[in-house]
């Protein structure tokens, strides 16, 4: 529904995310108000746009795109997904977001992917925090009162699902502002090819996207200039070449389009985000934070409704089907506290659900759970180009795809490690030089031939692989391409370890390579069961001198490879080795004290206790000086305490063995008081 000014709009009840129910009507000055007469799901203060009668049509053209090409999930060619009746709608499945804008007083928060921590905020974040409450928010409530907001997130946190989420609700709505989403790597590559302003590219962006549509330049300078348009910009940390001079652009931009009342979101990864910062006191920082298990649970709900619907149409059967299968999934994720971690995040929460789908036990490793997706993929692209008549040349398998995208994917990071796009002539490039290897041993002419042919089936069929942008080439998420890229790792490492270790030492520091880095150690641990080769690719990662402000990085970042693969996928001596350098380090004074902690924090998540846990420490009778003033006191008798205050760990033992019933476990004085019988007024023993 839209509001104008001063009106009052009939809502019904609205549940916010705190909890709070508001009955009644709702007033708002120059209110957009989206949702339906239960539930509001979208505030945007400011007005509708009200376009000129002679862009009229324009704008319902290009509206009817924006709900054409954003109203779908899209799983081309994902065997799970072949036999619905009908598309997954994105509004059916999505689950809002929640952001938190302020580091919470007192303690600090992580963010996390798949239960691991990542890095830290940007440097300049805390100075773009939002002000207020540092309660989490729903990205919705967070975007209605500011002007420039930037949305960081962890890979698969959902911010680009979030921009079409919204740009998919105001399309919908009538006399809402004028939503206008566009790519910035796709500017970013525009900009190299000559200096162009943002507002004048946003049309040339959808000049080769919406068929059949007239110049768009028009209807968006109206819309910006009357203040009624949300400028949404995906992905600032995709850009990695001339980062700077883009942002710039970005800032002149919205400096004159907020100043005329618009409103611009910006996403980007965590990761990438700190090389070039938007102007901290001109923007809103927001970081999204992982689904609780309130959101698994309603992601849970509305995955398998939809797709019970697709499946069954919308029947009695179906939703009795979708309940089972909503059970089903919940009871997997629960039965295993990695897959809960997973569960987390929002992208590997729709691969477990996928999975799931096809029967497959869920695994408990990041690893393991990338290999089945990229299996699945891989898999459902042969199948489609098994069906397609026309000669694309040899079906590759699983290991001989791998074979090709796992070099490719390592290449690319190497080339631009933040976004991995490359452009089709130097991906041919590469692709011919790589057929012409010792693998494949082609000559010159076919092995051309094989890369030509090989992006051909990339651009009909491919789900990991795709063109993204006309020329440009790039995996379908960098998760992925860093999945892949461990792998080129690997396969590198068969020929040379140590051509792979000097890789993994080069990039040891960098945030952008650790997810590759941690893969690649799993899988050869886990998935290649080779944990004596693991265990020394860890080592030497142990070994690896780290100074100045990185030092003690590569004793953390072992740690974490022996967390994610343990004992099993790095063999016994290699995890003892890490476990006594974490042991060292967090006791290591001269150590960063960042270092001391996470050291700590790692060992705790491991579940390492000291060898002398339930050791206790007799205390003789007798004289002993107490307290800051070196009193005299006297001990009547003697006793012993614990070396270590009680832990978790044994106060669980304790009530497992039902420690409250059982006098032996219990002093004089402490049945009593356990039993009632205890005097208060008698005197201390001691």
């Given at each position: 529904m839209s509001k104008p000014k001063d009106a009052r709009v009939k809502t019904g009840i609205e549940k916010m995310s705190g909890g709070t129910v508001i009955e009644g009507e709702v007033t708002a000055d120059r209110d957009v108000i989206m949702g339906d007469q239960n539930n509001i799901t979208l505030v945007i203060q400011m007005a509708g746009y009200a376009p000129a009668p002679n862009l009229t049509q324009l704008r319902d053209d290009y509206l009817a795109h924006l709900q054409r090409n954003y109203r779908a999930l899209d799983f081309k060619g994902i065997p799970q997904l072949d036999n619905l009746s009908r598309e997954l709608?994105?509004?059916?499945?999505?689950?809002?977001?929640?952001?938190?804008?302020?580091?919470?007083?007192?303690?600090?928060?992580?963010?996390?992917?798949?239960?691991?921590?990542?890095?830290?905020?940007?440097?300049?974040?805390?100075?773009?925090?939002?002000?207020?409450?540092?309660?989490?928010?729903?990205?919705?409530?967070?975007?209605?009162?500011?002007?420039?907001?930037?949305?960081?997130?962890?890979?698969?946190?959902?911010?680009?699902?979030?921009?079409?989420?919204?740009?998919?609700?105001?399309?919908?709505?009538?006399?809402?502002?004028?939503?206008?989403?566009?790519?910035?790597?796709?500017?970013?590559?525009?900009?190299?090819?000559?200096?162009?302003?943002?507002?004048?590219?946003?049309?040339?962006?959808?000049?080769?996207?919406?068929?059949?549509?007239?110049?768009?330049?028009?209807?968006?300078?109206?819309?910006?200039?009357?203040?009624?348009?949300?400028?949404?910009?995906?992905?600032?940390?995709?850009?990695?070449?001339?980062?700077?001079?883009?942002?710039?652009?970005?800032?002149?931009?919205?400096?004159?389009?907020?100043?005329?009342?618009?409103?611009?979101?910006?996403?980007?990864?965590?990761?990438?985000?700190?090389?070039?910062?938007?102007?901290?006191?001109?923007?809103?920082?927001?970081?999204?934070?992982?689904?609780?298990?309130?959101?698994?649970?309603?992601?849970?709900?509305?995955?398998?409704?939809?797709?019970?619907?697709?499946?069954?149409?919308?029947?009695?059967?179906?939703?009795?089907?979708?309940?089972?299968?909503?059970?089903?999934?919940?009871?997997?994720?629960?039965?295993?506290?990695?897959?809960?971690?997973?569960?987390?995040?929002?992208?590997?929460?729709?691969i477990l659900a996928l999975i799931k789908r096809q029967g497959v036990s869920l695994p408990n490793r990041r690893v393991e759970l990338y290999e089945l997706y990229l299996k699945t993929l891989i898999t459902a692209w042969s199948r489609a180009r098994a069906l397609d008549k026309r000669p694309v040349g040899p079906l590759l398998d699983y290991l001989e795809t791998i074979g090709v995208l796992g070099p490719l994917a390592l290449w690319l990071r190497q080339e631009n490690p933040t976004a991995g796009i490359v452009p089709e002539e130097r991906l041919r490039e590469w692709l011919a030089k790589h057929f012409q290897g010792d693998e494949w041993g082609l000559k010159p002419g076919p092995a051309a031939e094989r890369a030509r042919t090989f992006l051909a089936s990339v651009r009909t069929y491919s789900n990991l692989l795709l063109e993204r942008g006309q020329g440009r080439y790039g995996f379908i998420h960098l998760t992925f391409e860093e999945a892949l890229a461990a792998r080129g790792l690997v396969r590198l490492g068969e020929l040379s370890l140590h051509d792979s270790l000097a890789i993994i030492c080069a990039h040891l520091t960098d945030p952008g390579w650790r997810e590759t880095i941690l893969l690649a150690v799993g899988v050869w641990g886990l998935v290649r069961e080779e944990p004596r080769k693991a265990g020394e690719v860890a080592r030497a990662i142990l070994k690896h001198e780290c100074a100045g402000e990185n030092a003690g990085k590569g004793i953390l970042l072992a740690g974490a490879c022996l967390e994610d693969v343990g004992e099993l996928g790095l063999g016994r001596v290699a995890a003892q080795e890490i476990t006594d350098a974490l042991l060292t380090a967090y006791r290591h004074r001269a150590l960063p004290p960042t270092v001391q902690r996470d050291a700590g924090f790692i060992l705790g998540r491991m579940g390492w206790t000291p060898p002398d846990l339930n050791a206790f420490i007799p205390i003789p009778a007798g004289e002993f000086l107490y307290g800051d003033d070196k009193r005299k006191t006297k001990i009547e008798k003697p006793f012993a305490i614990s070396k270590y205050p009680v832990t978790n760990r044994q106060y669980r033992e304790f009530v497992k063995a039902k420690g409250y019933d059982r006098r032996e476990f219990w002093s004089d004085d402490g049945w009593a008081w356990r039993t009632g019988t205890w005097d208060s007024k008698a005197s201390d023993s001691l």
């Amino acid at each position: 529904m839209s509001k104008p000014k001063d009106a009052r709009v009939k809502t019904g009840i609205e549940k916010m995310s705190g909890g709070t129910v508001i009955e009644g009507e709702v007033t708002a000055d120059r209110d957009v108000i989206m949702g339906d007469q239960n539930n509001i799901t979208l505030v945007i203060q400011m007005a509708g746009y009200a376009p000129a009668p002679n862009l009229t049509q324009l704008r319902d053209d290009y509206l009817a795109h924006l709900q054409r090409n954003y109203r779908a999930l899209d799983f081309k060619g994902i065997p799970q997904l072949d036999n619905l009746s009908r598309e997954l709608l994105l509004e059916e499945v999505y689950v809002p977001l929640v952001a938190r804008g302020e580091l919470p007083a007192g303690e600090t928060w992580e963010r996390r992917l798949a239960g691991r921590a990542l890095a830290e905020l940007p440097e300049h974040a805390e100075a773009m925090l939002a002000k207020g409450e540092a309660a989490p928010v729903r990205v919705e409530q967070a975007l209605a009162k500011q002007s420039r907001v930037v949305i960081i997130g962890d890979p698969g946190s959902g911010k680009s699902t979030l921009l079409k989420h919204l740009a998919l609700r105001l399309a919908s709505e009538t006399n809402a502002p004028l939503p206008i989403l566009v790519p910035l790597n796709a500017y970013a590559d525009a900009l190299a090819h000559g200096d162009r302003n943002l507002q004048t590219y946003l049309a040339e962006y959808f000049a080769g996207l919406a068929h059949g549509i007239a110049n768009l330049a028009p209807l968006f300078a109206d819309s910006i200039a009357k203040g009624q348009a949300v400028i949404l910009l995906d992905g600032l940390d995709e850009v990695q070449r001339d980062r700077a001079h883009l942002v710039a652009r970005v800032e002149a931009f919205t400096a004159e389009a907020t100043a005329r009342g618009n409103k611009v979101v910006v996403t980007s990864r965590v990761v990438g985000y700190r090389e070039s910062p938007l102007a901290p006191k001109a923007w809103t920082l927001f970081t999204l934070l992982d689904f609780d298990r309130d959101a698994i649970e309603e992601f849970a709900r509305k995955w398998c409704s939809a797709f019970e619907k697709s499946v069954r149409g919308d029947t009695p059967e179906a939703q009795a089907s979708a309940e089972e299968e909503r059970k089903s999934l919940i009871e997997a994720i629960d039965a295993n506290p990695g897959v809960a971690r997973l569960a987390s995040n929002p992208l590997l929460l729709t691969i477990l659900a996928l999975i799931k789908r096809q029967g497959v036990s869920l695994p408990n490793r990041r690893v393991e759970l990338y290999e089945l997706y990229l299996k699945t993929l891989i898999t459902a692209w042969s199948r489609a180009r098994a069906l397609d008549k026309r000669p694309v040349g040899p079906l590759l398998d699983y290991l001989e795809t791998i074979g090709v995208l796992g070099p490719l994917a390592l290449w690319l990071r190497q080339e631009n490690p933040t976004a991995g796009i490359v452009p089709e002539e130097r991906l041919r490039e590469w692709l011919a030089k790589h057929f012409q290897g010792d693998e494949w041993g082609l000559k010159p002419g076919p092995a051309a031939e094989r890369a030509r042919t090989f992006l051909a089936s990339v651009r009909t069929y491919s789900n990991l692989l795709l063109e993204r942008g006309q020329g440009r080439y790039g995996f379908i998420h960098l998760t992925f391409e860093e999945a892949l890229a461990a792998r080129g790792l690997v396969r590198l490492g068969e020929l040379s370890l140590h051509d792979s270790l000097a890789i993994i030492c080069a990039h040891l520091t960098d945030p952008g390579w650790r997810e590759t880095i941690l893969l690649a150690v799993g899988v050869w641990g886990l998935v290649r069961e080779e944990p004596r080769k693991a265990g020394e690719v860890a080592r030497a990662i142990l070994k690896h001198e780290c100074a100045g402000e990185n030092a003690g990085k590569g004793i953390l970042l072992a740690g974490a490879c022996l967390e994610d693969v343990g004992e099993l996928g790095l063999g016994r001596v290699a995890a003892q080795e890490i476990t006594d350098a974490l042991l060292t380090a967090y006791r290591h004074r001269a150590l960063p004290p960042t270092v001391q902690r996470d050291a700590g924090f790692i060992l705790g998540r491991m579940g390492w206790t000291p060898p002398d846990l339930n050791a206790f420490i007799p205390i003789p009778a007798g004289e002993f000086l107490y307290g800051d003033d070196k009193r005299k006191t006297k001990i009547e008798k003697p006793f012993a305490i614990s070396k270590y205050p009680v832990t978790n760990r044994q106060y669980r033992e304790f009530v497992k063995a039902k420690g409250y019933d059982r006098r032996e476990f219990w002093s004089d004085d402490g049945w009593a008081w356990r039993t009632g019988t205890w005097d208060s007024k008698a005197s201390d023993s001691l």
